[in-house]
């Protein structure tokens, strides 16, 4: 059974910086597509960051990019996103996924999901 479990969210005022982290277990992380996605309230859940190494792909949203850096430990099965310079507009739960193809860096392509982690960024 595979399971994803975010940790790492919490409360940051503008300019700070968060890891989040996501263990995953009944899968390995070495083939298959793994992301960061953020939802904010009354918003669409949005792709921030993506990688897919079969393919060679890495994403990162416009917005985030220079900010987030998305990496991933395979010997942990754990996956990374490094938050800094955060901003008022990064606020959102933020969301693991892993999928054995994920082709692109959106919601639809992501079969297996975390809970969720909450990250506010406020004065």
């Known amino acids: 059974q595979v399971q994803l479990v975010e940790s790492g969210g919490g409360s940051v005022q503008p300019g700070g910086s968060l890891r989040l982290s996501c263990a995953a277990s009944g899968l390995t992380l070495d083939y298959d597509a793994v992301g960061w996605f953020r939802q904010a309230p009354g918003k669409e859940r949005e792709g921030v960051a993506c990688?897919?190494?079969?393919?060679?792909?890495?994403f990162y949203d416009d917005p985030v990019k220079g900010r987030f850096t998305i990496s991933r430990d395979n010997a942990k099965s754990t996956l990374y996103l490094q938050m800094n310079n955060l901003k008022v507009e990064d606020t959102g739960t933020y969301y693991c996924?892993?999928?054995?193809?994920?082709?692109?860096?959106?919601?639809?392509?992501?079969?297996?999901w975390g809970q969720g982690t909450q990250v506010t960024v406020s004065s």
């Open positions: 990688i897919n190494n079969e393919i060679r792909f890495t």
């Open positions: 996924a892993v999928d054995k193809v994920g082709l692109a860096c959106v919601a639809r392509e992501y079969g297996y």
